[in-house]
């Protein structure tokens, strides 16, 4: 097999493409806003439904979704499976070498000192440590690249996408992670998922028969 930078990116081009808008626009923020004033103004809108809604998104991003789709895809592909699983595996274990390296306070420790100024959804416990990257959404942007490069309709990768950001933006509404934790788990995500691909789906055991049915499937 000989796949490139450009044969990964065609497949996942309208997703990568959205994508790279959306950095832009964060970038930019980030720019023109500080860090204190992005979090009140996120924390300072919410509601009953989406204190309620928030947890469910989150799930979302939490490793055992990936974990479950990847089983399910072993009925039917191993070698989409292996794709999921070991994308999923090297950003996952990527974002806590960064997040233990880098150490920095989650919103809760950040802003002790003005707890009673913030919004908490209830009955959600709140981490202290190791706020940078988020990785629910290291996972979520990862999941949703590998899911847009092997799916035939790429239309779905619009689905992909606001789903992945739908995950962000629940880590920082439940108070969990900063605006900056968020845009640097996407970037992680996207594009150490890419380069991933890139490398792992050159190799030619994962282009073999055996690899390309699974458990429902696993007639010669």
Same mark, same amino acid.
């Given at each position: 097999?000989?796949?490139?930078?450009?044969?990964?990116?065609?497949?996942?081009?309208?997703?990568?493409?959205?994508?790279?808008?959306?950095?832009?626009?964060?970038?930019?923020?980030?720019?023109?806003?500080?860090?204190?004033?992005?979090?009140?103004?996120?924390?300072?809108?919410?509601?009953?439904?989406?204190?309620?809604?928030?947890?469910?998104?989150?799930?979302?991003?939490?490793?055992?979704?990936?974990?479950?789709?990847?089983?399910?895809?072993?009925?039917?592909?191993?070698?989409?499976?292996?794709?999921?699983?070991?994308?999923y595996?090297?950003?996952?274990?990527?974002?806590?070498?960064?997040?233990?390296?880098?150490?920095?306070?989650?919103?809760?420790?950040?802003?002790?000192?003005?707890?009673?100024?913030?919004?908490?959804v209830?009955?959600?416990?709140?981490?202290?440590?190791?706020?940078?990257?988020?990785?629910?959404?290291?996972?979520?942007?990862?999941?949703?690249?590998?899911?847009?490069?092997?799916?035939?309709?790429?239309s779905?990768?619009?689905?992909?996408?606001?789903?992945?950001?739908?995950?962000?933006?629940?880590?920082?509404?439940?108070s969990?992670? *900063? *605006?900056?934790?968020?845009?640097?788990?996407?970037?992680?995500?996207?594009?150490?998922?890419?380069?991933?691909?890139?490398?792992?789906?050159?190799?030619? *055991?994962?282009?073999?028969?055996k690899?390309?049915?699974?458990?429902?499937?696993?007639?010669?």
């Amino acid at each position: 097999m000989n796949i490139g930078i450009k044969d990964v990116l065609k497949q996942v081009r309208l997703f990568f493409i959205l994508y790279l808008v959306l950095l832009l626009c964060c970038l930019a923020i980030k720019l023109l806003f500080s860090k204190e004033t992005i979090y009140f103004n996120v924390n300072s809108h919410y509601s009953d439904w989406a204190d309620w809604l928030a947890p469910y998104f989150t799930d979302l991003g939490n490793g055992w979704t990936t974990i479950i789709l990847a089983l399910i895809l072993v009925l039917f592909n191993y070698r989409k499976a292996f794709l999921l699983a070991s994308a999923y595996a090297v950003t996952s274990l990527l974002a806590q070498i960064v997040k233990h390296i880098v150490s920095a306070p989650r919103p809760a420790l950040f802003f002790s000192n003005r707890l009673s100024e913030i919004h908490f959804v209830k009955g959600m416990y709140l981490d202290k440590f190791d706020s940078f990257p988020s990785g629910h959404t290291v996972t979520a942007f990862s999941t949703a690249v590998v899911l847009t490069y092997l799916l035939k309709n790429k239309s779905w990768s619009i689905l992909l996408f606001i789903t992945a950001i739908l995950v962000g933006c629940s880590r920082m509404y439940l108070s969990e992670h *900063f *605006f900056e934790d968020v845009t640097a788990g996407s970037a992680l995500g996207v594009f150490i998922t890419i380069f991933w691909l890139c490398w792992i789906d050159n190799k030619a *055991f994962l282009h073999s028969a055996k690899w390309n049915r699974g458990l429902l499937n696993r007639k010669e």
